[in-house]
């Protein structure tokens, strides 16, 4: 590593612009780090940001610092690209640890770059662009600015949106697509959803927002209408009784209370949807169920169990999503009532699924460990059972030309 700590020490200085270490050996450790050089005090520090878990980690170090701990980094690494003012770099550590240096020298001035500690965050909804949804949600003012007292609202809108952003290349922009959004309510989200993948990025979607409050649904109708949104409609209904289309390309469930977001997974995997976002809320099935005499010390304590509980429900529920044959990831998500149940299942269904014993091995065994019976596998397993019923209530019929 000594050709690499020497381009480290070289480069890390006022000329430095970006780096991105990538492709780690361990997947269990650090995935990525981006490094970007900020001023602060008129004093050059690096700002490390790695991840994680699906967890972005910052912190800022001066140039020594920075090379060590990007070093340490590169020991799990197999590739960094830096930019200089001066030259692009890529290193290639191969399997046996033999380091590869290529470079491009620059032609041309040199690069501004923004060193401010702090930068302004760029949405994929701008502040300063009118929406006409966010003005009659009281989200923005008729010039496009933030109402201050909103301003939670639309970064967590923003925050929605990056995670739609994410999954678009697993949506087909080829053919009509439907999406159902489970529990609307006032429906910030489902507008934005809406305007995002229809007004700016030109998808053919049809949109159907389900709550229980009539006065709501009204409401939602009618802006949906004035904003010509033709493939945007709000109806009233419940979850688990919905049967309103036969196929659905993308299901969203935010903040739907209990079991109501294990009935709407369900419907989600029924459907084969491409993609699943859930905001799940309020979760008590667990809670009133989970025994273990190895935890009763920790379960005693109400708070600790409520907690424990939501998290085991939420983990069972993306490892029978990834049974039914989908990659699912637990992300953070800011909760739109600023409550701390402000975790997002995303679900995104496998080109080539294939059928993984040890995953329902592993979850009867937490089950059965933990005493539980979660609703979403009573569902799922029913479902699988009604499908075997129907498969020997119909066989497929014979082909008469091969007798």
């Not at 020490?9 to 990525?32: M, R």
């Not at 007004?199 to 904003?227: A, F, P, Q």
């Not at 937490?366 to 979660?374: G, M, Y």
Request: charged fraction near 35%; glycine fraction near 6%.
């Amino acid at each position: 590593m000594n050709e690499l700590s020497k381009l480290l020490q070289e480069n890390l200085n006022i000329e430095f612009i970006s780096a991105t270490l990538s492709n780690p050996k361990k997947k269990d450790d650090v995935q990525k780090v981006k490094v970007r050089p900020v001023l602060k005090k008129e004093v050059l520090y690096f700002q490390l940001e790695s991840f994680r878990n699906n967890q972005a980690f910052h912190e800022n170090v001066e140039e020594k610092k920075a090379c060590e701990i990007l070093l340490e980094y590169m020991g799990n690494m197999r590739q960094m690209q830096m930019e200089t003012q001066r030259a692009d770099y890529t290193v290639l550590v191969s399997k046996k640890g033999k380091v590869t240096i290529k470079s491009k020298i620059k032609k041309g001035g040199k690069k501004k770059i923004d060193m401010s500690h702090d930068r302004k965050k760029k949405y994929v909804l701008e502040e300063g662009v009118p929406v006409p949804f966010l003005q009659d949600l009281g989200v923005m003012t008729q010039d496009g600015k933030i109402v201050r007292a909103k301003s939670d609202k639309f970064r967590q809108i923003n925050r929605f949106l990056e995670f739609i952003e994410d999954i678009l290349p697993e949506l087909d922009k080829g053919r009509e697509l439907t999406i159902l959004d489970f529990g609307c309510g006032k429906s910030y989200l489902t507008f934005a959803m809406y305007y995002y993948l229809h007004e700016l990025k030109e998808y053919d979607i049809r949109i159907i927002g389900l709550d229980l409050k009539k006065e709501v649904i009204r409401h939602c109708n009618e802006l949906s209408e004035k904003y010509g949104y033709e493939k945007l409609r709000f109806l009233e209904g419940d979850i688990a009784d919905y049967t309103g289309v036969n196929k659905v390309d993308m299901v969203v469930t935010l903040h739907a209370c209990d079991t109501a977001t294990d009935y709407a997974l369900a419907k989600a995997v029924g459907w084969d949807a491409k993609v699943i976002l859930s905001v799940p809320c309020c979760q008590h099935e667990l809670n009133r169920q989970i025994r273990n005499e190895v935890l009763e010390p920790v379960l005693r304590y109400g708070l600790l169990k409520e907690r424990m509980a939501a998290l085991i429900t939420d983990g069972l529920r993306a490892q029978y999503l990834e049974r039914e044959g989908y990659e699912a990831q637990i992300l953070e998500f800011i909760d739109m009532e600023h409550t701390p149940k402000n975790i997002l299942i995303r679900a995104v269904k496998k080109r080539h699924a294939k059928e993984d014993n040890n995953i329902e091995a592993s979850i009867k065994r937490c089950e059965a460990a933990l005493r539980v019976s979660p609703t979403l596998g009573r569902l799922l397993d029913g479902f699988a059972t009604e499908s075997a019923n129907s498969e020997k209530d119909h066989p497929e019929k014979e082909d008469k030309e091969g007798i």
